[in-house]
Nanobody, 124 residues
Framework: QVQLVESGGGLVQAGGSLRLSCAAS????????MSWFRQAPGKEREFVAA????????ASASSLEGRFTISRDNAKNTVYLQMNSLKPEDTAVYYC?????????????????WGQGTQVTVSS
């Protein structure tokens, strides 16, 4: 069992930056690949970025144009999402998710655990 708690969301002006954190409970964090997804009002949840168990492999949605970076610290049981050059269209609830069997899936049904989400609002 893994519990995930996101933090770091908030209101930011366009062009600004935020760093989201996702803290995981339990002693098996390093056995889970981690991802970030987001969901804007009226839209489906979409893939943002993924990182494998050790942090050696990462992937992100091409639509983000390299503005977001995922990382993890297994000693702290935490995965991060650094978001730069934020745009109003980045406004969404951001979720972290854990997958024990594979990494990098863009399908929400492949994930074993989800956090409750953190709101990011980007003003123009």
């Amino acid at each position: 069992q893994v519990q995930l708690v996101e933090s770091g969301g908030g209101l930011v002006q366009a062009g600004g930056s935020l760093r989201l954190s996702c803290a995981a409970s339990g002693r098996t964090f390093s056995s889970y690949a981690m991802s970030w997804f987001r969901q804007a009002p009226g839209k489906e949840r979409e893939f943002v970025a993924a990182i494998d168990w050790s942090g050696g492999n990462v992937a992100s949605a091409s639509s983000l144009e390299g503005r977001f970076t995922i990382s993890r610290d297994n000693a702290k049981n935490t995965v991060y999402l650094q978001m730069n050059s934020l745009k109003p269209e980045d406004t969404a609830v951001y979720y972290c998710a854990a997958d024990q069997s594979a990494w990098g899936s863009r399908t929400i049904y492949d994930y074993d655990y989800w956090g409750q989400g953190t709101q990011v609002t980007v003003s123009s």
